[in-house]
């Protein structure tokens, strides 16, 4: 399986709502990663996890919270989001990377449009 | 940090003409240089990558080089086709870490 795969596809949601996004990959990447994309814009990283550790936060804010259960999952948990956090979520995974080893290919999945209303 | 600029922003070249997209880094550090088409509403996918220890890489229509000294690389796209029409992002890794640091981005349309 060479596949990252995430749920849902889309998500509406208010800016109460409370709601999560899942991202799972079986290719035994030990690297996983969010990332927001605006339209027509690059990635932008918002958490590394690490042999299921958080090893890079960008300064995101606290309505987002990443975790990371097993190897294979990747989630991120949404709470109060305001209606500039609409965009693309996209999860990636890829071999881990560390000082003097080549750095891996990351291997997008489909991502999550959310809109928030 | 590492800062990656790319260029142009839009480009539009006839079927059958060839496509150039630039991009600069700031970081010597930097060792991996991968490159991703995204198609409107799809997930960015790697189409080719080079590392520092190559100049140049080649798959069918598609080069990539690099030139470590000047600290910048190229995709070339030879032969268009309106298949090729996407927006395309250059990116720069460091050996320290699993950070990629992206370009702006390249819309590229390939007109038939």
Known sequence: ?117 | GENVEQHPSTLSVQEGDSAVIKCTYSDSASNYFPWYKQELGKRPQLIIDIRSNVGEKKDQRIAVTLNKTAKHFSLHITETQPEDSAVYFCAASPNTGNQFYFGTGTSLTVIP
């Open chain 1, 1 to 117: 399986d060479t596949e990252v795969t995430q749920t849902p596809k889309h998500l509406v949601m208010g800016m109460t709502n409370k709601k999560s996004l899942k991202c799972e990959q079986h290719m035994g990447h030990r690297a996983m990663y969010w990332y927001k994309q605006k339209a027509k814009k690059p990635p932008e990283l918002m958490f590394v996890y690490s042999y299921e550790k958080l090893s890079i936060n960008e300064s995101v804010p606290s309505r987002f919270s990443p975790e990371c259960p097993n190897s294979s999952l990747l989630n991120l948990h949404l709470h109060a989001l305001q209606p500039e956090d609409s965009a693309l979520y996209l999860c990636a995974s890829s071999q881990v990377t560390g000082t003097g080893v080549l750095t891996y290919e990351q291997y997008f999945g489909p991502g999550t449009r959310l809109t928030v209303t």
